[in-house]
T-cell receptor, first 113, second 113 residues
Framework: EADIYQTPRYLVIGTGKKITLECSQTMGHDKMYWYQQDPGMELHLIHYSYGVNSTEKGDLSSESTVSRIRTEHFPLTLESARPSHTSQYLC????????????FGPGTRLTVT | GEDVEQSLFLSVREGDSSVINCTYTDSSSTYLYWYKQEPGAGLQLLTYIFSNMDMKQDQRLTVLLNKKDKHLSLRIADTQTGDSAIYFCAETSPNSGYSTLTFGKGTMLLVSP
């Protein structure tokens, strides 16, 4: 069983608030990812990291930012939440070697009112 | 960019076999995956296949790969109501440096009693 955790699981917040979605994994994986999943099920990669102090933008442009100060922790921050940020956010991790088998957290469902 | 296509919906009766199909465009795809997502949860890796294989069987799951047609399928034998979920096909290749996965949009499988 994968040990990757996300908090909070659900968040309802007003427009303009700053929020941080937490993601942590205990598997020692170097690579971590953030996906945004729209109601139509499609997954969009918004950020990923190869390891500590590495962050890369994904395929979908996002107003969010990420940091990777510790191997096990990959938080995502929105400085000013807007209703268009309402979505499901999924965090994942994988080993650095080729194969890229990704383990997913349970997700955070964000609603911005 | 590279693309992965899946049909969006499949409905079967309990006890029947389900076949979920996927096509991809990247001829250098090396690893191909099937993930399952249950309601309100993250994605769970079901199985994967290397591009040098034609078939892989794991209990009720059978993966078939046709490299010539760039076609991947997932067969679930004796489908149960607990198999109702969204199934994602994904691939990774040297084109992305194996750094990311390209996901299909997901197939919603509905199993009726």
């Amino acid at each position: 069983e994968a040990d990757i955790y996300q908090t909070p699981r659900y968040l309802v917040i007003g427009t303009g608030k700053k929020i941080t979605l937490e993601c942590s994994q205990t598997m020692g994986h170097d690579k971590m990812y953030w996906y945004q999943q729209d109601p139509g099920m499609e997954l969009h990669l918004i950020h990923y990291s190869y390891g500590v102090n590495s962050t890369e933008k994904g395929d979908l442009s996002s107003e969010s930012t990420v940091s990777r100060i510790r191997t096990e922790h990959f938080p995502l921050t929105l400085e000013s939440a807007r209703p268009s940020h309402t979505s499901q956010y999924l965090c994942a991790s994988s080993e650095l070697l080729a194969g890229n088998e990704q383990y997913f957290g349970p997700g955070t469902r964000l609603t911005v009112t | 960019g590279e693309d992965v296509e899946q049909s969006l919906f499949l409905s079967v009766r309990e006890g029947d076999s389900s076949v979920i199909n996927c096509t991809y465009t990247d001829s250098s795809s090396t690893y191909l995956y099937w993930y399952k997502q249950e309601p309100g949860a993250g994605l769970q890796l079901l199985t994967y296949i290397f591009s040098n294989m034609d078939m892989k069987q794991d209990q009720r799951l059978t993966v078939l790969l046709n490299k010539k047609d760039k076609h991947l399928s997932l067969r679930i034998a004796d489908t149960q109501t607990g198999d109702s979920a969204i199934y994602f096909c994904a691939e990774t290749s040297p084109n992305s440096g194996y750094s990311t996965l390209t996901f299909g949009k997901g197939t919603m499988l509905l199993v009726s009693p």
